[in-house]
């Protein structure tokens, strides 16, 4: 597939070195976008500048909510260019939740391709101050103007960038965690595990709940039983107990993070036992009355390493 550019007439103003970066609120001066139509397949990867779209109300994105994500980030070189961190999990993941939402797969030697133009195109917009990246939003939605529920017969991909700071409005300070004990987030054999909107619209309540009492995140248990540990809603999370780093084994109700399983192998590699398993919140309790609980941290794209402050079981 060819890629066409459309140059932005009027670019913005890039921030300043220095200047804060409050994340997800500014954007490039272009996006990636590309069409899908039953019958045609994927067509038109373009470039363009970033600009608003132009829907039916009834698209069906806005009812039904058949959509995936991705999250990504680039990092500026030493001596010039831009890195990637690990760009194609991210891309088979995206496929991965195409899969699973009924979107059609995406051509991703294409999606490469028109991603590493964009970066190029926008390579003057990537930060460089300490803590700072190119946070990088792929996204696909349905647009077919239609209500009945059904797969859409018409998508639209895009891709836009964000120059970010730290992920938290506390910054890189550690962050407090209550358990949620009312919500869940993902049951077995729905779409905890694969990156689509749904399940953070599903999550915004508890975390606006948590706010209101002073707490950053949720922790997330298990839906069936409401003992196991599992992620926290933009992060998986991690625990070192007596010299162990564990973190709970993967399944359709855990978000397969990329930096998660980075920090499993770079552990692996500086010789730290490793566990992936069930985790019963009741373990992490008894470590901590014990001594054995050594750290707790979350990992993600958007986050990165985040260490936990405080982790709030039942009040205590
Ligand atoms: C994206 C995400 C993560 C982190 O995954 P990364 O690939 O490390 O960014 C964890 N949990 C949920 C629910 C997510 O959506």
């Known amino acids: 597939m060819t890629i066409s550019v459309t140059r932005n007439p009027s670019p913005k103003q ?7 970066l409050p994340f997800g609120r500014l954007y490039t001066d272009h996006m990636l ?26 698209a069906m994105v806005f009812h039904y909510a058949q959509e995936v994500f991705e999250g990504m980030k680039a990092y500026p070189a030493p001596g010039g260019g831009t890195l990637l961190f690990r760009p194609l999990d991210n891309l088979a993941r995206l496929n991965a939740s195409c899969r699973r939402l009924c979107i059609p797969e995406l051509p991703l030697e294409d999606v490469f391709e028109g991603l590493k133009a964009l970066l190029r195109l926008e390579a003057g917009w990537v930060p460089r101050d300490p803590g700072t990246s190119l946070y990088i939003r792929p996204t696909v939605i349905a647009t077919e103007p239609a209500l ?9 991909f895009f891709v836009i960038l964000s120059p970010v700071g730290a992920y938290y409005a506390s910054g890189f300070k550690p962050v407090r965690i209550v358990v ?5 987030r993902a ?34 248990l298990d839906a069936a039983e409401r003992k196991y540990v599992e992620e926290v809603s933009s992060m998986n999370i991690f625990f070192v107990m007596d010299g162990t780093l564990v973190t709970p084994a993967l399944g359709d109700t ?19 036992p490793v566990q992936e398993r069930r985790i019963a919140l009741a373990e992490i309790v008894s470590a901590h009355a014990s001594g ?21 079981v039942e009040g205590r």
């Open 14 to 20: 890039r921030p300043a070195p220095g200047q804060a």
């Open 33 to 58: 976008l590309m069409n899908y139509d039953k019958g045609q397949g994927w067509h038109d990867l373009r470039i363009a500048p970033y600009g608003n779209f132009t829907l039916a109300p009834s």
């Open 148 to 156: 009945g529920v059904k797969a859409s017969d018409s998508f639209l």
């Open 180 to 184: 949620e004990e009312d919500y869940t």
């Open 187 to 220: 049951a077995p054999g729905g779409t905890g595990s694969v990156k689509c909107g749904g399940n953070y619209a599903a999550s915004i309540r508890a975390g606006a709940q948590a706010h209101e009492k002073g707490y950053d995140q949720v922790l997330w």
């Open 254 to 272: 855990v978000l397969p993070g990329i930096t998660r399983r980075s920090i499993l192998q770079l552990a692996q590699e500086m010789g730290i």
């Open 292 to 312: 054995a609980l050594q750290e707790i941290f979350g990992s993600g794209t958007a986050a990165v390493v985040s260490p936990v402050a405080s982790l709030t």
